[in-house]
């Protein structure tokens, strides 16, 4: 394993990876880092496609020591899907979907449960519990009792119920709170410091594995491109995991000498009804407010509060990126319109991705001719009731 050592991009502090760890003594999330210059001498692109069409095939920027302890349902390698019809409608000629609700448990969730799961199963974790919005958890419950650890889900009232029935059927302590993800985290909180060290904190950002899974979705996009970057990545911020893992991917593919030094363009996009980050990001500000009375339809980035925050706006502006409000009317039309032209029907965080491209588009940021990669971060079957049928005839 390359796996060296955690690091804190606050303070610089630097932790042994050899044990669990959760936050920084200042607060700050930590960062998996590695021994890329040996990575280089070992392997080189070439190689990897002759290795399992999974995440795992990028097992030399993992945590994982002890291929006994991968814990895996064959996660990753997601398709990028050209979009050709609705691209051109929206002005964007090469616009490109890579698919993430094809993965194990139907969302891109399951990239980061899968690492984190294997690596606490390798640091002796029995118990892990967690706050969600409905799909971390799903994807965390059913990759802990594939592993033979111990899951206790904290969940909002108005998650998907799909998650709900997920999380019950993988033998996960369930439990409801009738509020937001910030809530259902001071719980969790409450829960591991009564455990008196027997439940482990494996909440968004607060152990640093599960970024490691979700990075790989970068590692995915630039290698399925001929280690190409795209101009732009269009990603769905609500904790902001995976936006901040693949910006950690572009620069570890960077140092590698596995692509040039031209990054892409990276925008975060959130709802108008919960959007912490692009008002932070307006303002230049280096961290962001809580929103107050966050709600929207695409409820997996319904994070008033996100831990994250520093490092979001960090990948944003160091890859002159950007940050987009959308509404939840946008995010139905768009959903309804691609499906109609592309025959996906993507989860409405995927959706509010596409309102963003077509915003972008018109405003001249995103130019003609870029090419540009959408992230669906989930299988759009898991919210039925973003389409609605009620109008439809009942024939006699």
């Given at each position: 394993?390359?796996?060296?050592?955690?690091?804190?991009?606050?303070?610089?502090?630097?932790?042994?990876?050899?044990?669990?760890?959760?936050?920084?003594?200042?607060?700050?999330?930590?960062?998996?880092?590695?021994?890329?210059?040996?990575?280089?001498?070992?392997?080189?692109?070439?190689?990897?496609?002759?290795?399992?069409?999974?995440?795992?095939?990028?097992?030399?920027?993992?945590?994982?020591?002890?291929?006994?302890?991968?814990?895996?349902?064959?996660?990753?390698?997601?398709?990028?899907?050209?979009?050709?019809?609705?691209?051109?409608?929206?002005?964007?000629?090469?616009?490109?979907?890579?698919?993430?609700?094809?993965?194990?448990?139907?969302?891109?969730?399951?990239?980061?449960?899968?690492?984190?799961?294997s690596?606490?199963?390798?640091?002796?974790?029995?118990?892990?519990?967690?706050?969600?919005?409905?799909?971390?958890?799903?994807?965390?419950?059913?990759?802990?009792?594939?592993?033979?650890?111990?899951?206790?889900?904290?969940?909002?009232?108005?998650?998907?119920?799909?998650?709900?029935?997920?999380?019950?059927?993988?033998g996960?302590?369930?439990?409801?709170?009738?509020?937001?993800?910030?809530?259902?985290?001071?719980?969790?909180?409450?829960?591991?410091?009564?455990?008196?060290?027997?439940?482990?904190?494996?909440?968004t950002?607060?152990?640093?594995?599960?970024?490691?899974?979700?990075?790989?979705?970068?590692?995915?996009?630039?290698?399925?491109?001929?280690?190409?970057?795209?101009?732009?990545?269009?990603?769905?911020?609500?904790?902001?995991?995976?936006?901040?893992?693949?910006?950690?991917?572009?620069?570890?593919?960077?140092?590698?000498?596995?692509?040039?030094?031209?990054?892409?363009?990276?925008?975060?996009?959130?709802?108008?009804?919960?959007?912490?980050?692009?008002?932070?990001?307006?303002?230049?500000?280096?961290?962001?407010?809580?929103?107050?009375?966050?709600?929207?339809?695409?409820?997996?980035?319904?994070?008033?509060?996100?831990?994250?925050?520093?490092?979001?706006?960090?990948?944003?502006?160091?890859?002159?990126?950007?940050?987009v409000?959308?509404?939840?009317?946008?995010?139905l039309?768009?959903l309804?319109?691609?499906?109609?032209?592309?025959?996906?029907?993507?989860?409405?965080?995927?959706?509010?991705?596409?309102?963003?491209?077509?915003?972008?588009?018109a405003?001249?940021?995103?130019?003609?001719?870029?090419?540009?990669?959408?992230?669906n971060?989930?299988?759009?079957?898991?919210?039925?009731?973003?389409?609605?049928?009620?109008?439809?005839?009942?024939?006699?």
């Amino acid at each position: 394993m390359y796996l060296t050592h955690l690091e804190c991009p606050r303070c610089g502090k630097e932790h042994p990876a050899d044990r669990p760890q959760n936050l920084c003594d200042c607060g700050s999330p930590l960062l998996a880092r590695y021994d890329l210059a040996a990575v280089a001498r070992t392997v080189v692109p070439e190689q990897l496609p002759l290795r399992p069409a999974d995440l795992w095939r990028y097992r030399e920027v993992l945590p994982v020591a002890d291929p006994r302890h991968v814990t895996s349902l064959g996660e990753g390698w997601t398709p990028l899907l050209r979009a050709p019809s609705y691209g051109a409608e929206i002005g964007v000629t090469d616009l490109i979907v890579k698919d993430e609700g094809l993965i194990p448990t139907g969302s891109f969730k399951a990239r980061g449960a899968a690492v984190g799961i294997s690596r606490a199963r390798e640091l002796g974790v029995r118990r892990i519990a967690m706050p969600t919005n409905g799909n971390a958890g799903a994807a965390w419950a059913s990759y802990a009792a594939r592993a033979g650890i111990g899951a206790t889900i904290v969940m909002p009232l108005d998650a998907p119920t799909i998650c709900r029935r997920e999380c019950v059927a993988a033998g996960a302590d369930l439990r409801l709170i009738d509020g937001l993800i910030s809530d259902a985290g001071r719980r969790v909180a409450q829960l591991v410091g009564d455990s008196g060290g027997a439940i482990f904190d494996a909440g968004t950002l607060r152990e640093p594995y599960r970024l490691e899974g979700k990075k790989t979705m970068g590692y995915e996009i630039v290698e399925q491109l001929g280690w190409q970057v795209p101009d732009v990545i269009i990603y769905p911020t609500g904790g902001g995991v995976g936006l901040i893992g693949i910006h950690k991917a572009l620069h570890e593919l960077r140092e590698l000498g596995w692509i040039s030094d031209r990054l892409p363009r990276l925008v975060a996009v959130q709802s108008t009804g919960c959007a912490p980050i692009v008002r932070a990001f307006a303002a230049g500000e280096e961290r962001a407010e809580p929103w107050a009375d966050a709600q929207t339809v695409a409820f997996g980035i319904t994070v008033p509060a996100p831990l994250g925050d520093e490092l979001i706006l960090t990948a944003l502006r160091d890859s002159s990126g950007t940050a987009v409000a959308v509404s939840d009317e946008e995010i139905l039309t768009d959903l309804r319109a691609f499906a109609a032209r592309e025959g996906l029907l993507l989860c409405p965080e995927g959706a509010a991705c596409l309102t963003a491209a077509r915003q972008l588009r018109a405003g001249g940021w995103i130019r003609a001719g870029e090419r540009v990669v959408v992230l669906n971060t989930g299988a759009g079957l898991k919210y039925p009731e973003t389409v609605d049928v009620s109008g439809v005839p009942v024939l006699a």
